[in-house]
């Protein structure tokens, strides 16, 4: 196309090869690697790193993307040009030793994670937490805050381009506020009955039954595959080799199937990317938020859908034999809305879920600012979940503990799950608008339509616009929390019999 | 200990990490990958191995060893340096080109190979071999030719150093002659009943079965895991995270259990090697033929051996349910060692085996020496069978095609199979020399005293000593065939009732 693109395109490919591998390299360690390769394994996710890094930072880079701004490039390669400019200007403010040592630091820190919250001994590993908090502080400095900004938003620009901690204030209040309201009048009714997430179905005919509904929403097992682990993910190397996982517990069968739902929407957006642009920007996801819009998409709007659950009462029958079929499409669409305040994050309900999120937001602000000591944290965590869910925590194994993310330097990352869900309620009403009620198909076990839509107003563009302008683009109007809450109120107000 | 040393290692390490990340990642291209990754990977593969090559033939490397070779070193630095020079040397004098040449070819090649295999169609593969025998005699040319010696020695040396053709020659004719006299003897005779064999047991017991002798040989599933693949083999990242696959037919036990402990051999060898010297010549593998010896001492000198299955018949009873009752220690010992002349050699008996490598040796040198052309080689393995081993090949799949190794450039490598039973068979009987008859041992499930003999006279080593010289303190002597010869003849001339 014109040489110093072509030629920083070449770049950022070799640099996607570095990252890919690790890619794989963190889905083996969560799903297949014994423990004694821990220490290895993070010798090898550290030098990735750094020569990942080295490549993103080559002062051969800055000349490129120079010689690129004096070209007359079409939108496309603009677009491709305006990211790697922003990677490399973020990459570049971080010294390489820090990006080694925040590798290794956090791939040992899981392990010591991992170890506390199975004794519930947030002592043993407060010191990493302290640590890594220390080096995302340092990191933070490195990247710069942002005018008018924080501390916080320097990192958050990782997950979500754009996202600033003030930003998000006026846009988290409402739905706590409404929110909350809404959970608390749902738990003064009778609401539906949670017996189908309550009966015991053998795992091996869960795995099968998760499996046929992974296929059934378009999840490509010749680009991917589905394997268990602690915890769900969604990792692999590109849009050809996609590895998500899910887990299974013979009582929670909903667990299986809204944990397989939500990993496969972020499967089939991955998947959905242009394959000819693998390790560029243009096939490579907008940001975290936009990212969990689909997982969220596809585990709320889809699988917690009455007109899925017309279809899918009668596979659940089929594959989970004679105990589902006492069950009918009403008990399954009930208990898959069961509202309930909780202790754990990655169990909430749909509504219940943001009230978590918005928690972790306000803890680790304060974290990182320094407001908060890390020896406060349980503390403030569990004051935290009596005013905003109601709960008491028993121990910090069920509080503080229960999230991996800290752990490996994710700080700034939560918010894109409320983000996530706020986008897809909006993708999700936009594609209503265009396709007519959804429901229908989704009766007929027909969810083409809603994967071409997706396809098509939002894969296909990788980074090509930024979250917020993707959006409008999609939907015609930027982010509004209104449009959930709605969403989430038309559905359950009539399932709880309160107007 | 000392600067340049110390630097030498870190730079061998980092080096080490690069090929133990293209190690896991090959490991998950044969286990896990989807069919959607097989072009990335192949990228992913060909960056690792140039990145890693440019580590081992960096200018520093070669001042290093010029002040290692100045300093006071202890004798295990020394060997270090020893074995790093050989690398460094070796791995200099070959043209980066050539290098991802021959990485972009084999990995075509490959491709060509299985296709040409399923279709038996050898003119489809013979420009490929062609071309890669064109690749390995140029590779050949810069590595040098050792004095008095041939072309094939040059290629030989990367998988057992030391070792040239010439010396081989005497090794191997008795082992034709004698080993051919008597596998023609034994099929004169009615032999034990292969029946144990041919019995159907449910895959999911046989894989309970061979994964309950894995763990009694001493296979650390803390360090390692077993997966299933269509060729098994040993892979892995270092002594810390150890792979081996295996296979599984309904109606061939004894394959998935020779698989099995074949591959437990090489796992328990490098999980034996010193966990503190990961990447480092001290803590690798001396060669493959003495890789070989401990896949084959434990597939036949133990797995093959009355004493083992005096134990480990009740264990299949246990394992894999009433069919199995009515076999006796016997019955299992007997069709253990059915000797019986055939076309595959990774379906060979223990005696037959070496006779299919002393058709590959003496091929592979006439094809490299260009005495045989690659057009004739069909013609050629044909009327090697018929002559060594007695049997009509009826096609080139189950003929010159039948093994994947030239495909992938590995040419010099197959003497390093029988190499391996050679050594296999000298040091099991330097440890009943050592530690008195180890039937009885295993006839109690006991394979520690074994286990721990092979530690601490062979693995504890890693590359300090090279293999002849590892032998000779291990054994009290140098390589001799007959120990093998007459070890299988005191153990099969009873059971077929010859003399």
């Known amino acids: 196309m014109s040489e110093p693109y072509d030629a920083l395109i070449a770049r950022a490919r070799e640099a996607h090869l570095l990252e890919s591998t690790a890619e794989i390299l963190a889905w083996d360690q969560e799903t297949m690697m014994p423990p004694g390769g821990v220490d290895h394994r993070a010798r090898q996710l550290g030098l990735l790193a750094r020569l990942a890094h080295e490549r993103r930072t080559a002062p051969e880079i800055a000349e490129l993307l120079a010689r690129c701004d004096a070209a007359d490039l079409p939108d496309e390669a603009k677009a491709d040009v305006r990211e790697l400019r922003r990677s490399f200007d973020r990459s570049a403010s971080v010294p390489a030793e820090l990006v080694q040592e925040r590798s290794e630091v956090t791939s040992r820190a899981q392990h010591a994670w991992a170890r506390a919250r199975e004794d519930s001994d947030f002592a043993s590993f407060r010191p990493w937490l302290e640590r890594v908090l220390s080096l995302e502080r340092n990191r933070a400095a490195c990247l710069g805050v942002p005018d008018g900004g924080e501390l916080w938003d320097a990192l958050a620009e990782d997950y979500e381009p754009g996202m600033r901690a003030a930003d998000l204030a006026p846009l988290f209040a409402p739905l706590r506020e409404r929110l909350g309201a809404f959970v ?26 998760v499996r046929r509904i992974a296929t059934a929403i378009g999840f490509d ?36 199937l809204g944990s397989t739902m939500h990993e496969c929407g972020h499967g089939i957006y991955e998947q959905g990317l242009p394959a000819d642009r693998v390790g560029t920007p243009l096939g490579t996801a907008v940001s975290l ?47 898959s809305n069961v509202v309930r305040p909780s202790l754990i994050r990655v169990e909430a309900d749909e509504a219940t879920y943001n009230l978590h999120v918005v928690v972790r937001f306000d803890l680790e602000r304060r974290l990182v600012s320094g407001d908060l000591e890390v020896a406060d944290l349980p503390d403030a965590w569990n004051a935290a979940y009596r005013e905003v869910l109601g709960v008491d925590v028993p121990d910090d194994r069920d509080g503080c503990l229960q999230d991996v993310h800290w752990s490996c330097g994710l700080v700034g990352y939560f918010p894109t799950y409320t983000l996530g869900t706020l986008y897809a309620a909006q993708f999700f009403a936009a594609a209503e608008r265009d396709l007519g009620d959804l429901e229908e ?10 994967r071409d839509w997706l396809r098509q107003n939002v894969h296909c563009h990788g980074m090509r616009y930024g979250a917020e302008e993707l959006c409008r683009r999609a939907t015609g109007a930027g982010l509004d929390a209104e449009i959930f809450l709605n969403y989430l109120e038309r559905k359950l107000r009539p399932l709880y019999g309160v107007d």
Chains 1, 2 share one sequence.
């Open 221 to 256: 097992f010749s680009r991917g595959r589905i394997d268990r682990s602690a915890h769900p993910f969604c990792g692999g190397s590109h849009a050809g080799d996609v590895r998500i996982t899910t887990r299974f517990h013979r009582d929670n069968v909903g667990d299986a």
């Open 184 to 209: 608390q009048e749902l738990s003064e009714v009778h609401g539906p009955s949670n017996r189908c997430n309550e009966i015991e179905f053998e795992i091996d005919r869960q795995e099968k039954f």
């Open 289 to 335: 938020g936009i990212h969990e819009s689909q997982s969220r998409l596809w585990e709320n709007h889809v699988g917690r859908s009455a007109g899925f659950w017309r279809w899918c009462a009668d596979v659940a029958t089929e594959e989970l034999g004679s105990a589902a079929a006492m069950l009918s499409a009403d008990d399954w669409f009930g208990s």
């Open 441 to 450: 198909p989704f009766a007929c076990g027909d969810f083409a339509p809603l």
